[in-house]
């Protein structure tokens, strides 16, 4: 079944440390992107991505980075790891607009940082 | 470029009442309009959506309408339930643009 996939799906972890969040879809879908939401609240776009060898930076980069080597996965690395990114990271995908731009999302990662 | 407002950012309704959430955007050029709905705990899901060619669609207790003049577009639940408590956000994909402007989101509590 086509999904979006995120792992880890919990993490705790102290500060300073680096942490790559892992995203994959099976939609096939060119458009990837990362929001940041503490539970319940506005969705942020962090990172996205148009298609392979393609990266832009959102409203809160959020001293992170990602990656699009392949289609279907979008890493998101954080370099040094803050109590302030405690938060919950969602990954989604969508097709190019034409009619409509329905997004897909992953289930989350929750992140605290100690 | 585009802006989405969304209004109540709260909204407590009693089972059975209806429950309004609207929102307004800025770019005339927009010609699609979807709805997500996120339940605690969960990823946000489309629940509905509109095109610009029409001003109203229904799917069963849910509707969206919309007013391309005055650039607004209204998600509408009636005979609410309990488990229509959740966080609802309205969106608005890009036309020349890249990225889906998302509204604030509305939490929505509905009162046994």
């Known amino acids: 079944e086509a999904d979006i996939y995120q792992t880890p799906r919990y993490l705790v972890i102290g500060t300073g440390k680096k942490i790559t969040l892992e995203c994959s879809q099976t939609m096939g879908h060119d458009k990837m992107y990362w929001y940041q939401q503490d539970p319940g609240m506005e969705l942020h776009l962090i990172h996205y991505s148009y298609g392979v060898n393609s990266t832009e930076k959102g409203d809160l980069s959020s001293e992170s980075t990602v990656s699009r080597i392949r289609t279907e996965h979008f890493p998101l690395t954080l370099e040094s790891a803050r109590p302030s990114h405690t938060s919950q990271y969602l990954c989604?995908?969508?097709?190019?607009?034409?009619?409509?731009?329905?997004?897909?999302f992953g289930p989350g990662t929750r992140l605290l940082v100690l | 470029g585009e802006n989405v407002e969304q209004h109540p950012s709260t909204l407590s309704v009693q089972e059975g009442d209806s429950a309004v959430i609207k929102c307004t955007y800025s770019d005339s050029a927009s010609n699609y309009f979807p709805w997500y709905k996120q339940e605690l705990g969960k990823r946000p899901q489309l629940i509905i959506d509109?095109?610009?060619?029409?001003g109203e669609k229904k799917d069963q207790r849910i509707a969206v309408t919309l007013n391309k003049t005055a650039k607004h577009f209204s998600l509408h639940i009636t005979e609410t339930q309990p488990e229509d408590s959740a966080v609802y956000f309205c969106?608005?994909?890009?036309?020349?643009?890249?990225?889906?402007?998302f509204g604030a989101g509305t939490r929505l509590f509905v009162k046994a």
């Open positions: 509109i095109r610009s060619n029409v």
């Open positions: 989604a995908s969508s097709e190019w607009g034409g009619a409509g731009e329905t997004q897909y």
């Open positions: 969106a608005v994909p890009p036309t020349g643009g890249f990225k889906t402007i």
